[in-house]
């Protein structure tokens, strides 16, 4: 369980850090503790933890205060209150907190506590597969398909309703206007025919989702349409990938396993072109910053990011360099020669000689070789 630990008291965090260490039957990992809670919320708006063990009393804000914006913005997270006053009992369940511990902490009563966190968060986690099993789940990295909720591949009644799908579900959290979905659905139609195919395209999209179990799909408020469904997909862990403030090997495998081909790339709608490239742009800056800084030793990694930056961007000369610079470094000599005349034949399609610096380093390893 990974948690931290507030209190404007240095010393209290002291003995608390270390009874915690002690208690090896819980792996616990203090991600951070901080004697300021204004230092903490913003800590815990980029880090996510299970539990956070909190002073009531603090000079600079009040303990249930600071538990109550947790609480609002993370219901899963687990407060436990620390107070030397035993009548702030009362107050800390008013805030759903798990439990609370009297000051000073003794080992016996931490115990009991980090049980009961432990049982919260095993029921938790029950709960959250049970909860992913019942969502919806689109595949849209490469080409599009949808789950329904006992796993089957869904079937649409037209192209146009599996578009609108599309489209409301990437607009879902704002309500789109009538019009402007007309606008980028149907542009080559007067309105009034657009608008009845719309009208129409929606009661079947809508009648498609309730017969597989969704209550009010979608929601109509002042002519503006909203999907609303809660569902999974490959877009939601792109996406999740590419916020990621640092990368190691574990997250860049992730990455390549996740980013099979471009979003909706067998799809030819132009409201999603933005978003395709958006996101290809991302994996591609993501990959050029691991295989330029990185000093992993995995080199069969690096290989394979390599490889994807040319499927994704196939005549970029500085990646044919790189690709070929590895190449050597690996002493691979025979892949270097394919490679070589890979990228000959590449660039012969756009009518473009070997670049002078990959071809200098062709030429310079080929006499020591």
């Not at 079947?204 to 503006?224: A, C, M, T, Y």
């Not at 809660?230 to 877009?235: Q, R």
Request: charge should be negative.
């Amino acid at each position: 369980m990974n948690i931290i630990i507030v209190d404007d008291e240095k010393m209290a965090i002291d003995v608390l850090s270390i009874i915690l260490k002690r208690l090896t039957q819980f792996q616990v990992s203090i991600k951070g503790a901080f004697t300021n809670a204004v230092d903490a919320l913003h800590f815990l708006e980029k880090e996510s933890v299970d539990v956070i063990f909190l002073d009531i009393e603090m000079i600079d804000i009040q303990g249930i205060q600071v538990a109550k914006q947790l609480v609002k913005r993370n219901p899963f997270l687990q407060v436990i209150f620390v107070t030397a006053h035993s009548q702030f009992a009362v107050d800390a369940f008013e805030v759903e907190a798990t439990d609370y511990l009297l000051k000073p902490v003794h080992e016996n009563r931490l115990i009991k506590a980090l049980t009961k966190v432990q049982k919260r968060l095993k029921l938790q986690t029950e709960e959250n597969k049970e909860h992913e099993k019942s969502l919806l789940y689109a595949h849209t990295l490469g080409s599009f398909y949808l789950h329904n909720t006992q796993h089957e591949v869904m079937k649409w009644r037209t192209r146009k309703v599996r578009e609108l799908f599309l489209y409301l579900w990437l607009h879902q959290k704002q309500p789109m206007a009538n019009a402007v979905i007309i606008e980028e659905l149907w542009p080559d139609l007067d309105f009034e025919k657009a608008s009845s195919n719309l009208h129409t395209t929606i009661y079947q999209l809508r009648k498609l989702l309730k017969d597989n179990g969704l209550k009010e799909p979608i929601l109509l408020v002042n002519n503006h349409y909203q999907l609303n469904v809660e569902m999974k997909s490959d877009l939601d862990e792109l996406n999740s990938l590419l916020d990621q403030e640092n990368h190691d090997d574990v997250s860049i495998q992730k990455l390549l396993n996740c980013y099979e081909n471009d979003f909706l790339a067998e799809e030819e709608y132009s409201w999603a072109i933005h978003i395709r490239s958006h996101l290809k742009q991302g994996v591609l800056n993501i990959l050029e910053k691991y295989t330029a800084n990185s000093t992993s030793t995995n080199s069969l990694l690096k290989y394979n990011c390599l490889q994807k930056m040319l499927e994704l961007d196939e005549f970029n000369e500085q990646y044919m360099y790189q690709l070929l610079e590895f190449l050597i470094k690996q002493n691979k000599k025979q892949q270097c020669i394919e490679y070589h005349n890979h990228i000959k034949s590449k660039l012969i399609e756009i009518d473009l000689p070997i670049p002078d610096e990959i071809q200098r380093i062709y030429n310079d390893y080929m006499k020591e070789a």
